[in-house]
């Protein structure tokens, strides 16, 4: 399938993923990952630095003068329960692998065991294997630490297993591909009593009740019906007792854009409907509203490049041009604010029996491991030519 398909490479892309997928750690806790990742770098004769951004990894590879392009995995598990019996099971207890993550370094890891062996490319390429992608910010972490100074790069691309895209394809969009990340946490103070006397009170539940319904005509009555976005409650904490009502209920969710107006607009709105409801019920409503992720937002001529390679590797029509951003996010938008480049999805086949990101069934297909460091190695030699334009 590829020229690396039937390597001894892709045994080893293997061997190294099932190592990683059985000792997942998340947040700024990956020092047996890291530790593995950078002794894997360093035998494959990369100069290797470490600890930037707290647990990240960067493994640099030259070959003559040129450009510099950087390519970026993660190291970070979920908090996740992991359920299937697999020979290479989570051995740390409430934490797996479950987005694919293990996968994503092999590949890399495979990329640069090839590259390392070859004289193919002019030019130098960074491997970034970056720590706490899953909510914590570890690529602006790096960032912060001197990332891109310290290891200039020229442009700076990503990708990620996506199931629901059949495999043997890739999708990619230019401009926003995903959402912006937001989390609020809204606390209803009132005046608690019982149960059966409410008119001695006043309800935070009812109040919080009001408020729910009321935070979803934002987005279907304040943002314009073509600018994408969610706000969702996903948390409702409240009350101890059968017969008491509680003088206070906290609300907790996510708020998912695209474009900066449409997110500043939401986060107004949010604070003026709270005020509305506590004025109408008698309670008051703090608003706690924490911007997390930006949106991804790849930049056109890299899209153009990512296009071409795997159009290469895969057929061009088996490369989905215009694929439909998702309402998830990533912190690979901080690298992208900071350097040109390109986030691309990797199809990874249905999502039956638990094969979706984020579920406790979830296990990175093996047979993606040669197609995605093909892609990385097509790639650096595509943007690091041996003869230069």
């Not at 019920?281 to 071409?308: Q, S």
């Not at 390109?342 to 979830?362: I, K, M, Q, R, S």
Request: glycine share 12%; aromatic share 8%.
């Amino acid at each position: 399938m590829t020229s690396i398909a039937s390597t001894r490479l892709t045994a080893e892309m293997q061997a190294w993923r099932h190592h990683l997928h059985a000792i997942p750690e998340t947040a700024f806790e990956e020092f047996k990952t890291s530790d593995y990742v950078a002794g894997l770098l360093t035998e494959f004769g990369l100069d290797v630095a470490r600890g930037i951004g707290g647990t990240g990894v960067v493994g640099s590879l030259t070959r003559g003068r040129g450009r510099t392009i950087g390519l970026r995995a993660e190291l970070d598990a979920l908090d996740i329960e992991e359920v299937r019996d697999l020979p290479y099971r989570s051995r740390h207890h409430g934490k797996m692998h479950a987005c694919g993550h293990d996968g994503h370094m092999a590949m890399l890891l495979g990329a640069a065991r090839y590259l390392s062996a070859s004289d193919t490319f002019r030019g130098t390429v960074r491997f970034i294997f970056q720590p706490a992608e899953e909510n914590e910010g570890g690529g602006l972490r790096m960032i912060e630490d001197g990332l891109f100074d310290r290891f200039p790069v020229d442009a700076v691309f990503g990708m990620h297993n996506w199931p629901g895209i059949e495999m043997g394809h890739m999708a990619v969009r230019s401009g926003p591909i995903m959402a912006a990340s937001d989390m609020f946490e809204i606390t209803v103070t009132g005046q608690g009593t019982h149960a059966g006397m409410p008119h001695m009170g006043s309800d935070a539940i009812v109040a919080a009740s009001a408020l729910v319904a009321a935070l979803q005509t934002i987005t279907s009555r304040r943002v314009h019906p073509a600018e994408p976005s969610v706000v969702s409650v996903t948390q409702i904490h409240g009350g101890n007792t059968w017969n008491g009502v509680p003088a206070e209920v906290v609300l907790r969710g996510t708020v998912r854009s695209f474009d900066p107006g449409v997110r500043h607009g939401i986060e107004a709105a949010m604070g003026t409907i709270a005020a509305g409801i506590g004025r109408t019920h008698g309670v008051t409503v703090k608003v706690d509203y924490d911007r997390r992720y930006p949106a991804t937002v790849n930049h056109p001529e890299a899209v153009e490049t990512v296009a071409r390679i795997a159009a290469s590797l895969f057929g061009a029509a088996n490369v989905v041009r215009d694929a439909l951003p998702s309402m998830g996010a990533e912190d690979f938008s901080y690298m992208l604010q900071k350097r040109p480049g390109c986030f691309v999805w990797l199809g990874a086949g249905p999502t039956a029996d638990g094969h979706v990101l984020h579920n406790e069934h979830y296990d990175f297909n093996d047979r993606l491991l040669p197609l995605g460091a093909e892609f990385w190695i097509r790639l650096v030699q595509s943007e690091l030519p041996v003869e230069g334009p």
